[in-house]
């Protein structure tokens, strides 16, 4: 990416009616850069569809990336679910590459009483598999399992950074409020520099070149996240962690989860456009 891109994580609020193609349209006029395509209730988009979408996405200059089901869960323990959680995976990343999307994302396990250690291999040879078969079918989206809000979901920073060195094709999607909430830190300028920081040192500057980044205003309590909040009715120092981006020349999509979706976006771009020096 050569740039930093802002956008929705979903159709914005004020677009026409729900439809992707309004939201796409509503994100160009509102002169943002990219769109996450909310797969979050299942993949019920069809090929064709997604191939329109893609085509409207490239004419309008819109960066697309998509959020697989909730319904994910590579640690469950019955077969069956396995196997729908992978097929989800795959048909979210053979959708978005349709799309023209760059990345997939979505939250990958729970630890449901297995060790972190376990669920990491667990999770770790199922990701393998799943990037194998669409890399045998010429997918080359990015995987991105997500940095998670809850004590019991798998995805810390380190797995989620872990599994990016390990697995080609999978790279971390950095969800900067989840963190937050899970953790009750990392809400500094010298906190997100060290999130930035490790990202470097682990994965290399390509990964701050083309990086995905969830963020929203978030409220949490001792288990972690409880809901996402608008960031200006949140603690989230959205100015200091705009400030680390701009410091580390961070380029890539970061996606507004807030409840005003495209309002944050704007929120977002505007900070960052006010706080860039100019050259």
């Given at each position: 990416?050569?740039?930093?891109?802002?956008?929705?994580?979903?159709?914005?609020?004020?677009?026409?009616?729900?439809?992707?193609?309004?939201?796409?349209?509503?994100?160009?006029?509102?002169?943002?850069?990219?769109?996450?395509?909310?797969?979050?209730?299942?993949?019920?988009?069809?090929?064709?569809?997604?191939?329109?979408?893609?085509?409207?996405?490239?004419?309008?200059?819109?960066?697309?990336?998509?959020?697989?089901?909730?319904?994910?869960?590579?640690?469950?323990?019955?077969?069956?679910?396995?196997?729908?959680?992978?097929?989800?995976?795959?048909?979210?990343?053979?959708?978005?590459?349709?799309?023209?999307?760059?990345?997939?994302?979505?939250?990958?396990?729970?630890?449901?009483?297995?060790?972190?250690?376990?669920?990491?291999?667990?999770?770790?040879?199922?990701?393998?598999?799943?990037?194998?078969?669409?890399?045998?079918?010429?997918?080359?989206?990015?995987?991105?399992?997500?940095?998670?809000?809850?004590?019991?979901?798998?995805?810390?920073?380190?797995?989620?950074?872990?599994?990016?060195t390990e697995i080609e094709g999978v790279a971390p999607c950095i969800d900067f409020a989840h963190w937050h909430a899970r953790t009750g830190k990392f809400n500094s300028y010298s906190?997100?520099?060290?999130?930035?920081?490790?990202?470097?040192?682990?994965?290399?500057?390509?990964?701050?070149?083309?990086?995905?980044?969830?963020?929203?205003?978030?409220?949490?309590?001792?288990?972690?996240?409880?809901?996402?909040?608008?960031?200006?009715?949140?603690?989230?120092?959205?100015?200091?962690?705009?400030?680390?981006?701009?410091?580390?020349?961070?380029?890539?999509?970061?996606?507004?989860?807030?409840?005003?979706?495209?309002?944050?976006?704007?929120?977002?771009?505007?900070?960052?456009?006010?706080?860039?020096p100019s050259h």
């Amino acid at each position: 990416m050569e740039k930093l891109l802002f956008g929705p994580a979903g159709v914005p609020n004020s677009a026409m009616d729900r439809s992707t193609i309004a939201g796409i349209e509503r994100v160009a006029e509102l002169g943002l850069g990219c769109m996450e395509l909310e797969f979050v209730q299942g993949v019920k988009m069809g090929e064709a569809s997604a191939i329109t979408v893609g085509k409207l996405a490239k004419s309008k200059g819109i960066a697309l990336s998509a959020h697989g089901p909730y319904f994910i869960n590579l640690n469950a323990k019955e077969p069956e679910k396995i196997i729908a959680s992978k097929q989800r995976i795959l048909q979210t990343a053979r959708i978005a590459h349709l799309c023209g999307a760059r990345s997939i994302v979505f939250h990958a396990a729970f630890y449901l009483g297995d060790s972190p250690a376990e669920t990491y291999d667990t999770v770790k040879k199922r990701l393998t598999e799943i990037v194998t078969e669409l890399r045998s079918e010429n997918n080359r989206v990015w995987i991105r399992p997500e940095v998670t809000g809850k004590g019991s979901q798998f995805g810390t920073l380190n797995e989620v950074i872990r599994l990016s060195t390990e697995i080609e094709g999978v790279a971390p999607c950095i969800d900067f409020a989840h963190w937050h909430a899970r953790t009750g830190k990392f809400n500094s300028y010298s906190e997100f520099i060290a999130i930035l920081w490790q990202v470097r040192k682990e994965l290399g500057r390509q990964a701050l070149d083309d990086i995905h980044i969830h963020v929203s205003g978030i409220a949490y309590g001792r288990q972690g996240e409880s809901k996402h909040l608008n960031l200006k009715e949140s603690d989230f120092n959205y100015t200091d962690f705009v400030k680390a981006l701009i410091d580390y020349e961070v380029k890539g999509l970061m996606v507004a989860e807030s409840p005003n979706l495209e309002d944050d976006a704007v929120l977002l771009q505007k900070t960052y456009q006010s706080l860039m020096p100019s050259h």
